[in-house]
């Protein structure tokens, strides 16, 4: 038995590296490269632009940036639902989430203020005349706004810091003007968009070349109305875009950025960099760590990282002087704290310096594509699910109804039987079939909501189906082991191989809203984390059932290491807030594979092991360089400067402020109460409803060990409100099919021997 335990586990393990290996091949080359040039940065901001609206024929500058450049979809998500042109700006310069202030002088973000509307946008502010030193209107107003934002954004810190690196910026419109502008809200070089464009005259030149803004999009309370149709609007930012181009010295690097919204709806827009020295391919940036997906303050990371690589001996601080950079300035200073962003890298494609017009079309296809299927997920999510929990409602009232109405130990009981436990099996492989489904192009068809729901449709059949249809069929926790695997091999393949899968599904990440683009998000890691749980169940409970207490609890071990590493190692899932739940979790189920009972001394013993695991995983990331950590090392280096407490203190406000945001979410401990007192108290009234669950081997244990993970990781992660109730929507219809087919006789019952043997024989404790 041991040395077949051991050959499984080898064999799984190698099976799990060699798919691995294999998506990633299938992904293609992935060796990104900085973007460092010598000429200077001239950075378009063309609010509004997105890929969409690119076209050989009417966009050939931004075709031919296309053709030549590094490109990418952009997140331009600011502190509102929807970024306007003044958020675009003011996050461009603060390298961090900024906007102007809302409804009233509401200074709230997105994440905090419940049904909030979006608020209307006002105009530009107007800069009348060109001048060596220039105040921008309202930047006190918006300097107090970032100041009581939860977010540690500096407006004015782009200018800042190129200042004290020596360097000057020349800001061309009133857009880059904001963008341009020092904390104090001066701008030292600025000039009207006009014929004559100011293009050499310092390292860093932002124009704002004018926005886009949808005329049946843009909310009517906005101060500025469009006058013309979406495709003049794009038409003339393109011929001034030419303009720019045509006007910038011959080694200069263009970076055209479409940094906000045009209007109420939120999409992802065009970045493009291109120049000497830049090849054509992806834009990548380690915020991100998505090929072709970046964020908006990834392009204020980059003007700095460009501008610091070679200082220009003409280059001139803010002060108008014509001196050079300044004595002891760094020419690779680290970038500032508060950017939030890093520096954009490229992926070459195949094709060299530049694309041929096939290749281009390609590209093209490829971003519009992730555009497209990130428009197109968002309101299907609610919808769907929605949807989905009310057919699963009617299916078990049916089958409760139809189950009564019939003789037992009849055959038709164990149809009715069979035909809920196979609903519910399916219904529980639908949350992995929404990851999926994004291995098929979806958003391709005509109708994209009906080929998603399709989609997802036939993953879950096909995993519903191998449940039940071959040998494992036959053991109670069978199906649910095999559900439960199929979930865990493919969330966790998809974190270890770029998280592609989780980008724009109806229960991953979505690119619109940026809060997170790879790693163990938090739905991601409910649906992993009780998938783990409940394999560790299914193939430890026969084992421990068997007698065989030491391969049950090599078993849990196994499968607690794998998801642990899974989900905490910084190049995988990179979860700060998965660990600590999934160490008590699996260290109870553990205890009761052995046979031994949890005492204070040992859940001492599993707290210390879990926070032992925590610090040294951030520790090895915070090891890595600082633009390669993710939140685990920027939280040590926030413990290391004494802002920790900020941290935590944010988060933990973050998670109430969501708990409190709806009855639904206010609902989510209630249940979690509840759920609780079931599995504690199973003699209870309420408590019967578990019966048909009783000695099924590890099973009430596993419940306990769900909440566990459940409750810490609801209280241990901002937004935790989701944790339980995405859990549930696995483990319920698990336990629904477990239940129905140990009361049907439908499948091979084990004793549980906790039940049995060890309740007359309690093993002692070591």
Known sequence: MTRRWIAVVLAALVLMAAAAVGIRAAQGPH???????????IVIGAAGLDWQDVSPDGTPSLWSLLRRGTTAAMTVRSVQLNTCPIDGWLSLSAGQRAGDVGPGGSTETAVTASGQDKP?????????????????????????????????????????????????????????????????????????????????????????????????????????????????????????????VAAAPEDARILVTGLADAGRSEHLRLVALAGPGIPAGEAWSSSTRQPGLVQASDVTATILAESSSEPRPDSAPDSGSKAGPKPGSQPDAPLPEAVSGAPLEAIPLAGGSRLTQAATQDRLQTLRDMGAAA?????????????????????????????????????????????????????????????????????????PGLAMVGAVALFAGVIGAVALAGPWRRPLLGPAGVVSAATVIALALDVMTG???????????????????????????????????????????????????????????ALGIAAVLVDGWPGWGADFGGPPALVPAFGFLLLAALGVRLTWRRAAAIVGATVGLLALLAVLDWLRPAPSRTHLGAFVQSVIEGHASEVVGRKLDQNVAILLSSPLTMAVPVGLAAAIYLVARPSSR??????????????????????????????ANDSGTVIPAIGATLAIPLLIAVGVRRAAGTATPVADPLTTHDAAHPPAAP
Not at 169 to 177: C, K, L, R, S, T
């Open 686 to 715: 309420p408590g019967r409803l578990l019966a048909p669950l009783e000695g099924v081997p590890l099973l009430r244990p596993g419940l306990v060990a769900l909440a566990i993970c459940w409750v810490i990781g609801f209280a």
């Open 31 to 41: 060796s990104p490269s900085t973007v460092q040039g010598r000429g200077p940065l």
């Open 120 to 244: 209307a946008c006002r105009a530009l502010p107007h800069l009348p005349h060109a001048g060596p030193v220039t105040q921008v209107p309202r930047w006190d107003v918006w300097r107090h706004a970032a100041s009581a934002r939860p977010l540690d954004a500096v407006p004015g810190l782009l200018a800042q810091t190129l200042h004290r690196q020596g360097m000057c910026v020349q800001a061309i419109g009133p857009g880059a003007a904001i963008a341009a502008a020092d904390p104090s809200g001066r701008v030292a070089r600025y000039t009207p968009f006009g014929p004559d464009l100011p293009l050499s005259r310092c390292p860093v030149t932002i124009v704002d070349v004018g926005a886009v803004r949808d005329q049946g999009d843009v909310d009517p309370r906005d101060a500025v109305q469009p006058k013309t149709s979406h495709d003049d609007q794009v038409r003339r930012s393109n011929r001034r875009i030419a303009q720019v």
């Open 499 to 557: 998280s592609r899968l989780q980008l724009s599904s109806l229960l991953g990440e979505q690119p619109v809203v940026g809060g997170r683009f790879y790693g163990m998000g938090n739905v991601t890691f409910a649906l992993f984390g009780t998938a783990a749980l409940v394999l560790a169940v299914a193939l430890a409970g026969p084992l421990r059932a068997s007698g065989e207490r030491r391969l049950a609890a090599a078993t849990v071990v």
């Open 375 to 447: 428009d197109e997920v968002r309101p299907l999510v609610g919808p769907f699910f929605v949807t989905w929990g009310l057919l699963q409602v009617v299916v078990y009232a049916i089958g409760a109804v139809l189950w009564r109405r019939t003789r037992r130990g009849s055959r038709r009981r164990q149809r009715i039987a069979d035909w809920v436990a196979g609903c519910a099996t399916a219904a529980a492989a639908v949350p992995v079939s929404t990851f999926l489904a994004n291995a098929l192009p979806w958003w391709r068809a005509g109708v």
